[in-house]
């Protein structure tokens, strides 16, 4: 059997990067399409070689891929997705994903999110020369009702293994065919909001410290235990 | 010592950053041409605890790992170049641009836009606005001008009491690739950046270029009510952060305890 000792101080290792995790949740709860982590710890009971019989607790991280609120903008060059799928992003490193559709030009007039990597439509880069934009429900892209291209929203047969990579994009962690999102809508002039819920990870966040709590006391009673029993226990 | 408690200051950070851009919108809600600026943010890197896919002792596949994010950051201030409101002067000098473009004036040498068009006249009679930079193309109001017609295309006619056209000019407006990367350097001006591009020259009503309306002003593009949700949850998430480093706070001084 593992020690007091040992599980409480895994136990409060696991509070410490559940509080980040919250904490970082709340940090991104006003930035424009960030997908929140739900922690999740499951316990796996198996056999060694020995034939004894081990508990493993598994910790795993999932990114929630829960729709956010769309807020209204007006602005013509912020799109958001509604269902599944998201903005395709061509970065120096590789195709990265996102749902943060707060795009604008760039001095070529060509369609770039924030950082300035250009974002895909179905031909490649997306230039919108000329006045009036419209974006279709479907992503097809009409300036001056001109037909320019249509954005490659895209989403994968399996649930992705995502991985973050700060600027709003993700990174598939294993290859990945993609394929067209048939069911996604555009809105034009929207932004989804982070599908951060701040009640839901204030109480997390409260449960966080009282469990941190919980163990620093069982690690303190177990302490007092074992100094009952160097101290007192050979008095007579 | 924690993790968490630098990234909720990083989220805190920014809230300071998008209190003051809401201050400096709700500031000039009065300011003829002004654009409201919008703050955009991103997360911060990543910590791979463990990558998704990876195997657990037991052999078994992981099919999310662990990634803890460390907190917001602010990407850009945006300006919103979204058409403002319209007030009626029936000031003769006054123009507003409906559409797209902006003024061009000199200051001090310098080329800088505006979409403020309250215009008056300087010592010599030339057009300039509140500064004195005058627009281009230069252009002096003949001295016994009676009245001054602006037409919608951009030609400004002056004429005198009887009615005779004493001199005209046509007027310009500039506009840009990606005007959101427009440097404003205050009184309503705006000066060309490497992300805006070079400005493109037409004349008011071709092609892209809005019309002139005489006699009207652009108001600010500030929404009031907009802005001031954008603050009640501007402090609420400030507030939040606060309380995720009281709890961190908390958390240590547990830890630090541990041993007594």
């Known amino acids: 059997m593992e020690s007091v000792y040992t599980i409480g101080a895994n136990a409060l290792l696991r509070q410490e990067k559940r509080f980040a995790l919250i904490a970082n949740n709340l940090s991104n709860a006003q930035t424009v399409g960030f997908k929140k982590e739900i922690p999740s710890f499951k316990e796996i009971i198996r056999q060694t070689l020995g034939g004894k019989i081990e508990k493993e607790v598994i910790e795993e991280y999932q990114i929630s891929l829960q729709q956010g609120e769309l807020q209204v903008t007006n602005n013509d060059l912020d799109l958001a997705i509604e269902g599944e799928g998201f903005f395709k992003v061509n970065t120096p490193q590789g195709v990265r994903y996102t749902r943060n559709g707060q795009f604008r030009l760039d001095r070529d007039q060509k369609l770039v999110q924030a950082d300035g990597f250009p974002v895909m439509g179905k031909r490649g880069e997306i230039y919108i020369k000329g006045g009036k934009v419209r974006v279709e429900a479907n992503g097809l892209i009409k300036v001056d009702n001109q037909e320019v291209d249509q954005l490659a929203i895209v989403t994968f047969p399996n649930r992705p293994a995502f991985q973050k990579e700060g600027h709003n994009l993700f990174r598939l962690s294993s290859p990945q065919e993609e394929k067209e999102a048939g069911k996604a809508v555009i809105h034009q002039g929207f932004v989804e909001t982070a599908n951060v819920n701040v009640i839901e990870e204030m109480i997390a966040l409260i449960d966080a410290h009282r469990n941190f709590e919980a163990y620093t006391r069982l690690l303190q009673a177990n302490d007092e235990l074992d100094a009952k029993a160097a101290n007192d226990l050979g008095k007579v | ?260």
């Open chain 2, 1 to 260: 010592m924690i993790r968490g408690l630098w990234t909720a200051a990083t989220g805190m950070a920014c809230q300071q950053t998008n209190l003051a851009a809401i201050a400096n919108n709700l500031a000039n809600v009065n300011t003829n041409g002004f654009k409201k600026s919008r703050v955009n943010f991103q997360d911060l890197m990543y910590q791979n605890l463990r990558t998704p896919g990876s195997t657990t002792s037991s052999g078994g596949q992981l099919p999310a790992g662990i990634q803890i994010g460390m907190g917001a950051k602010v990407v850009a201030v945006e300006k919103v170049f979204t058409q403002g409101d319209y007030t009626q002067t029936k000031n003769q000098l006054d123009m507003a641009i409906e559409g797209k473009g902006f003024f061009k004036l000199m200051s001090n040498g310098k080329e800088v836009y505006t979409r403020s068009g309250a215009f008056k006249l300087d010592k010599d009679g030339y057009i300039c606005d509140s500064n004195g930079n005058r627009l281009q193309p230069e252009f002096a109001v003949p001295a016994k001008t009676a009245t001054i017609t602006i037409e919608p295309g951009g030609k400004i006619v002056c004429a005198g009491s009887d009615g005779k056209e004493l001199g005209s000019v046509q007027i310009q407006l500039f506009n840009f690739p990606n005007p959101a990367g427009l440097q404003s350097i205050g009184h309503n001006l705006f000066v060309p950046s490497d992300a805006s591009g070079e400005a493109v020259q037409g004349n008011p009503g071709t092609d892209e270029f809005g019309t002139i309306l005489q006699g009207f002003l652009e108001m600010s593009n500030v929404d009031v009510v907009e802005e001031m949700i954008n603050m009640i949850m501007t402090q609420r998430a400030y507030e939040i952060g606060s309380k995720v480093i009281q709890a961190g706070d908390d958390m240590l001084h547990m830890a630090s305890n541990l041993r007594r």
